[in-house]
T-cell receptor, first 116, second 114 residues
Framework: GAVVSQHPSWVICKSGTSVKIECRSL??????MFWYRQFPKQSLMLMAT?????????EQGVEKDKFLINHASLTLSTLTVTSAHPEDSSFYIC????????????FGQGTRLTVV | AQSVTQLGSHVSVSEGALVLLRCNYS??????LFWYVQYPNQGLQLLLK??????LVKGINGFEAEFKKSETSFHLTKPSAHMSDAAEYFC????????????FGSGTRLQVQP
């Protein structure tokens, strides 16, 4: 199947700094990418949907100014957590979809963010 | 709107025993249904998916699931559990309309006892 690479796999940052997480589709073009957040022992919650070349669509309750999403090309989407705080510590997972079909979504390996 | 309910946050079976993980969905349009497995600190791996073709879907690692519209269920089964099956399992639903993002259930942690 298609490969989605997410980087870094883990990051520790100081409170108040910003962290960028990259999500790349390695062998296909992803017209849409999704960003999820997962708290310990919980399910994945959709944060935003990102389409190449346009602004991301954020889910209710997700601060767009805090979680900046850029989808500049068909193979790369980035999530920047700005002015990170300890409550932003979580596991972030991206997913990339081929075309419009909802049947093919491939997931990155996730990024463990710890804010100290 | 769509949603997924996974009954049982923890399931424990003996090695070699039947695995049954329950998933019920709610969707106002014909659904696409998925089962994913997640190992600690890793992303999600697709086990199988239902896309309105055959109602009995076979996936990887010996898993299968049956779509039952009358029961709005998509339970995951495996005839004989292996130690390597211990992981977190997520059922998810999507549709061909709207945002098309996956909506996940709360997950079921499968433990396999020797």
């Amino acid at each position: 199947g298609a490969v989605v690479s997410q980087h870094p796999s883990w990051v520790i940052c100081k409170s108040g700094t910003s962290v960028k997480i990259e999500c790349r589709s390695l062998d296909f073009q992803a017209t849409t990418m999704f960003w999820y957040r997962q708290f310990p022992k919980q399910s994945l919650m959709l944060m935003a949907t990102s389409n190449e070349g346009s602004k991301a669509t954020y889910e209710q309750g997700v601060e767009k100014d805090k979680f900046l999403i850029n989808h500049a090309s068909l193979t790369l989407s980035t999530l920047t957590v700005t002015s990170a705080h300890p409550e932003d510590s979580s596991f972030y997972i991206c997913s990339a979809r081929v075309g419009q079909a909802p049947t093919e979504a491939f997931f990155g390996q996730g990024t463990r963010l710890t804010v100290v | 709107a769509q949603s997924v309910t996974q009954l049982g946050s923890h399931v424990s079976v003996s090695e070699g025993a039947l695995v049954l993980l329950r998933c019920n969905y709610s969707s106002s349009v014909p659904p696409y249904l998925f089962w994913y497995v997640q190992y600690p600190n890793q992303g999600l791996q697709l086990l199988l998916k239902y896309t309105s073709a055959a109602t009995l879907v076979k996936g990887i690692n010996g898993f299968e699931a049956e779509f039952k519209k009358s029961e709005t269920s998509f339970h995951l089964t495996k005839p004989s559990a292996h130690m390597s099956d211990a992981a977190e399992y997520f059922c998810a639903v999507s549709s061909d309309t709207g945002r098309r993002a996956l909506t996940f259930g709360s997950g079921t942690r499968l433990q396999v006892q020797p």
